[in-house]
């Protein structure tokens, strides 16, 4: 299949689903755009390690120990409401992108159905084929809603448990350098 093809398969596709799909796509394209980009930005901070979250948040109890417990734990919890703001930003729109899919699948299916009904009144159910023109509308739209809506889901979810695992690793260990810096502080 050469490329020129494949773009007319596309639009035969797009044309035949109705004018639904194209939101459909653009949705998907734009849910997995943010994907990858939160997926960058967790690369980035699990590779940066003692240079990244960690060393932030070291370096807030470090610049903090002097001053006590209460300012030490202020401290860690501003700087990790920092990362926490920078991580979580797109998560709610492509949550929002995965919930769209499907509604406008639902919304391209009572079209096609319109459709049917519309084509019903005009000709009767003498010709299956112009009937069936409605119903495959219905069903493309159906089927592309869910099949762009269910690889978010996955992947938004997969993304958040490692992102929330590199928090709680980094957190674990910012926790025990705090006890530690304190203890010797203490001293």
């Known amino acids: 299949m050469t490329k020129l093809s494949a773009l007319e398969e596309i639009r035969a596709l797009l044309v035949q689903g109705g004018w639904v799909l194209f939101p459909i796509f653009l949705i998907g394209l734009f849910a997995w755009i943010l994907l990858?980009?939160?997926?960058?930005?967790?690369r980035r901070a699990k590779s940066r390690g003692e240079h990244g979250m960690l060393a932030t948040l070291r370096r807030s109890i470090s610049d903090?120990?002097?001053?006590?417990r209460n300012a030490v734990d202020n401290s860690l919890k501003l700087a990790t409401h920092a990362y926490d703001v920078e991580f979580d930003k797109a998560?709610?729109?492509?949550?929002?992108c995965a919930s769209l899919a499907p509604m406008l699948g639902l919304l391209g299916t009572v079209s096609g159905m319109v459709h049917v009904f519309r084509t019903i009144q005009l000709f009767g159910f003498g010709n299956p084929v112009l009937i069936a023109d409605g119903i495959s509308e219905a069903l493309l739209t159906t089927q592309a809603g869910l099949l762009v809506s269910f690889p978010i889901v996955l992947a938004n979810n997969q993304l958040l448990n490692r992102l929330n695992n590199l928090?709680?690793?980094?957190?674990?260990?910012?926790?025990?350098?705090?006890?530690?810096q304190l203890s010797v502080e203490e001293k």
């Open 36 to 42: 990858f980009e939160r997926y960058f930005v967790y």
């Open 167 to 180: 928090k709680a690793k980094c957190w674990k260990e910012a926790l025990q350098f705090e006890n530690e």
């Open 91 to 96: 998560f709610p729109t492509i949550s929002v």
């Open 64 to 68: 903090a120990v002097s001053l006590g």
